[in-house]
Antibody, heavy 117, light 106 residues
Framework: QVQLVQSGAEVKKPGASVKVSCKTS????????MHWLRQAPGEGLEWMGW????????NYAQKFEGRVTVTRDTSIDTTYMELSGLRSDDTAVYYC??????????WGQGTLVTVSS | EIVLTQSPATLSLSPGERATLSCRAS??????VGWYQQKPGQTPRLLIY???NRATGIPARFSGSGSGTDFTLTISSLEPEDFAVYYC????????FGQGTRLEIK
């Protein structure tokens, strides 16, 4: 079965960077786009970007352009999301999500990133 | 950016009642709308895709309709497990979500 397992919670200071990993299994890694979304405490869902694991091509939401980088390592079926220039309003749960038929079906368990001085 | 506006923000109903949730887009998005359910402490679950298609394993009491700018999620007869937050999402131009509708027990 499809599984997405994310790295553990992080606490970062303002201005720092964070890198979250998403280890996949149960399907052909290069066969499906992987997206990154986030959800601030008590708030809604926000899409950040996607990666095509086959080509490495990426597409980011305009809001995050220049601050987010999504990469992958096909040797270990893992994608990464790095967010730089962290601010307090970046405190959120970050999710990797695999699409099926262009919709969000398979979710990682989430990684809480807390930005605090 | 396409803005999705969901209404109402909160809907208070009783089990057995019919729920109607609305999602309005700032411009036409054809039928590229999905609906998700999120319960506390859980990840969202896809209910409806392409405006009116039920996702795998979703009960028939959930239905979606609409095209262009106005979309509706209907739950025909509420079960206790349906009380949750519902989000619409568009993938016509980039990807955005509505702010959510909280469906609570009256």
């Amino acid at each position: 079965q499809v599984q997405l397992v994310q790295s553990g919670a992080e606490v970062k200071k303002p201005g720092a960077s964070v890198k979250v990993s998403c280890k996949t299994s149960g399907y052909t890694f290069t066969g499906h786009y992987m997206h990154w979304l986030r959800q601030a405490p008590g708030e809604g869902l926000e899409w950040m970007g996607w990666i095509n694991p086959n080509s490495g091509g990426t597409n980011y939401a305009q809001k995050f352009e220049g601050r987010v980088t999504v990469t992958r390592d096909t040797s270990i079926d893992t994608t990464y999301m790095e967010l730089s220039g962290l601010r307090s309003d970046d405190t959120a749960v970050y999710y990797c999500v695999r699409e099926r038929g262009a919709w969000f079906v398979y979710w990682g368990q989430g990684t809480l990133v807390t930005v605090s001085s | 950016e396409i803005v999705l506006t969901q209404s109402p923000a909160t809907l208070s109903l009783s089990p057995g009642e019919r729920a109607t949730l609305s999602c309005r887009a700032s411009q036409s998005i054809s039928s590229y709308v999905g609906w998700y359910q999120q319960k506390p402490g859980q990840t969202p679950r896809l209910l409806i895709y392409d405006a009116s298609n039920r996702a795998t394993g979703i009960p028939a009491r959930f239905s979606g309709s609409g095209s262009g700018t106005d979309f509706t999620l209907t739950i025909s007869s509420l079960e206790p497990e349906d009380f949750a937050v519902y989000y619409c999402q568009q993938r016509s131009i980039s990807i955005t979500f509505g702010q959510g509708t909280r469906l609570e027990i009256k």
